[in-house]
């Protein structure tokens, strides 16, 4: 939601391209620490920017924050973090490998999913991390975070399980790990989603 008084708060900038990806990304945080474009800044006590190695080939996508990392300031670290962590490591990818964000940096009151308006507000955030991180593949986690990315209203059983191109990224499709955390039972398939991505990182990134 754009308000008069919100059209002079930050708006994230093209990136700087003689910094390094830690310095932008820094600079970047800083500017978005001050957003307060949408309603959710009314309601946060973080803005959960994103976090992990600034040169990552992969970038993990998340929907928003929740009750913890709203908390901490600190995406993915409440029980579906842990998971993700589980998740990643059974692939060979420690935190620090990776790029950790999502499509929202405030936490949705009640954990209610973003409304369109606040995923409008807050993707160029993500958009201008992508362009100074540049990683080679995205994890997209939950139909929210896949819909939002590839700009579709696809169901989660047509995305996961393959490859998919958007804007010269690598894109694979998973679970949620909150959704895994409800179903065990989709925990087969996105071991199955996930060696695919560890299949296709080794050919297209044969330097980690
Ligand atoms: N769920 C998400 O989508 N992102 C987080 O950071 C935490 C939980």
Redesign the pocket.
């Known amino acids: 939601m754009i308000t008069q008084e919100s059209l002079f708060d930050p708006v994230p900038e093209a990136p700087d391209r003689q910094k390094s990806p830690a310095e932008g990304l820094g600079d970047l945080r800083r500017m978005s620490l001050e957003c307060r474009q949408c309603r959710l800044a009314e309601t946060r006590n973080s803005v959960?920017f994103g976090e992990g190695n600034p040169e990552a080939r992969l970038f993990v996508i998340?929907?928003?924050?929740?009750a913890e990392?709203d908390a901490q300031g600190r995406?993915?670290v409440?029980r579906?973090?842990q998971l993700l962590d589980k998740i990643l490591l059974a692939i060979g990818f420690e935190r620090k490998d990776v790029y950790i964000g999502?499509i929202i940096k405030c936490r949705p009151p009640q954990n209610r999913n973003p409304l369109a308006d606040e995923i409008d507000c807050c993707k160029p955030w993500l958009m201008q991390q992508l362009e100074i991180i540049n990683p080679k593949v995205l994890l997209l986690?939950g139909r929210v975070a896949a819909n939002t990315m590839l700009a579709n209203t696809q169901s989660m059983g047509s995305m996961r399980g393959k490859l998919i191109g958007w804007n010269g990224f690598d894109c694979f499709v998973t679970y949620?790990p909150?959704a895994l955390l409800r179903n065990p039972n989709w925990k087969r398939l996105c071991w199955e989603d996930v060696q695919l991505l560890r299949a296709h990182y080794d050919k297209v990134c044969p330097n980690g």
Do not use: C, D, I, M
């Open positions: 959960v998340g929907e928003a924050p929740g990392e995406p993915f409440g579906s973090g999502n986690l949620h909150a």
